[in-house]
């Protein structure tokens, strides 16, 4: 079923299946290149794995689809070339060590993918990309904040409460535009309910770690 995609739909058509199926593959090649400190070729991987957004808006853009359609595969790709933009901000060559507060960047990449695999199993209707998303960033969102409540040194870096909540209005748009998208087409209403919770949360959670960090922020100026 999977070699059917690649053949018999003329020369464009398999060329753009291999780029959007197999070029993500690279992201992890770009990982594994980060995590030997090799971080050109951890960029140059991570561009590889973004370009079937443009894949994707180009054949979107081309093709008379929707205007929902469009933006949502417009945010698509402009997430995934921020992650190359944050790649390359992040890993330049004098840049610290990368660290986290809670656990290697290994085990918090295991366990997002264990989240998001757990989150398509409890989804119970059509394909959701945003879905899966969403539900790793309110459970590291909120067990940050849990976290930082019950050992309140882990707040004394502003950092990371920001970028957090970046990421979490990153989602929320996707999520957005996902539910839009989903009100559009013909699924459970229930499925569009479960959809507009998450993003109410993921709101809630994104507007709680930009409070956290600008006030820690703000703190560190006051005192130094």
Same mark, same amino acid.
């Given at each position: 079923?999977?070699?059917?995609?690649?053949?018999?739909?003329?020369?464009?058509?398999?060329?753009?299946?291999?780029?959007?199926? !197999?070029?993500?593959?690279?992201?992890?090649?770009?990982?594994?290149?980060?995590?030997?400190?090799?971080?050109?070729?951890?960029?140059?991987?991570?561009?590889?794995?973004?370009?079937?957004?443009?894949?994707?808006?180009?054949?979107?853009?081309?093709?008379?689809?929707?205007?929902?359609?469009?933006?949502?595969?417009?945010?698509?790709?402009?997430?995934?070339?921020?992650?190359? !933009? *944050? !790649?390359?901000?992040?890993?330049?060559?004098?840049?610290?060590?990368?660290?986290?507060?809670?656990?290697?960047?290994?085990?918090?990449?295991?366990?997002?993918?264990?989240?998001?695999?757990?989150?398509?199993?409890?989804?119970?209707?059509?394909?959701?990309?945003?879905?899966?998303?969403?539900?790793?960033?309110?459970?590291?969102?909120?067990?940050?904040?849990?976290?930082?409540?019950?050992?309140?040194?882990?707040? *004394?870096?502003?950092?990371?409460?920001?970028?957090?909540?970046?990421?979490?209005?990153?989602?929320?748009?996707?999520?957005?535009?996902?539910?839009?998208?989903?009100?559009?087409?013909?699924?459970?209403?229930?499925?569009?309910?479960?959809?507009?919770?998450?993003?109410?949360?993921?709101?809630?959670?994104?507007?709680?770690?930009?409070?956290?960090?600008?006030?820690?922020?703000?703190?560190?100026?006051?005192?130094?």
């Amino acid at each position: 079923m999977a070699l059917t995609s690649f053949t018999g739909h003329g020369a464009p058509a398999g060329l753009y299946e291999i780029v959007c199926r !197999l070029l993500p593959l690279a992201w992890t090649v770009a990982y594994l290149a980060l995590l030997r400190d090799r971080r050109r070729t951890a960029f140059a991987f991570a561009a590889l794995a973004a370009l079937p957004g443009l894949a994707s808006v180009a054949q979107h853009l081309g093709g008379g689809q929707s205007a929902l359609v469009s933006a949502f595969s417009l945010t698509t790709a402009a997430l995934s070339w921020l992650t190359v !933009l *944050a !790649l390359c901000c992040g890993f330049h060559r004098d840049a610290p060590p990368a660290r986290l507060p809670l656990a290697s960047p290994g085990l918090v990449l295991l366990g997002t993918c264990v989240l998001m695999g757990a989150a398509m199993v409890v989804w119970p209707g059509n394909p959701d990309p945003a879905w899966a998303g969403g539900a790793p960033f309110i459970v590291g969102a909120a067990g940050w904040l849990f976290a930082r409540f019950r050992i309140p040194e882990r707040a *004394a870096d502003p950092a990371l409460p920001l970028a957090l909540a970046a990421l979490g209005l990153s989602t929320l748009v996707e999520r957005t535009l996902s539910l839009s998208f989903l009100a559009e087409a013909d699924v459970p209403g229930a499925l569009v309910t479960a959809a507009g919770v998450q993003a109410a949360v993921l709101a809630a959670l994104a507007a709680v770690l930009a409070a956290t960090g600008a006030r820690g922020l703000t703190a560190r100026r006051a005192t130094g």
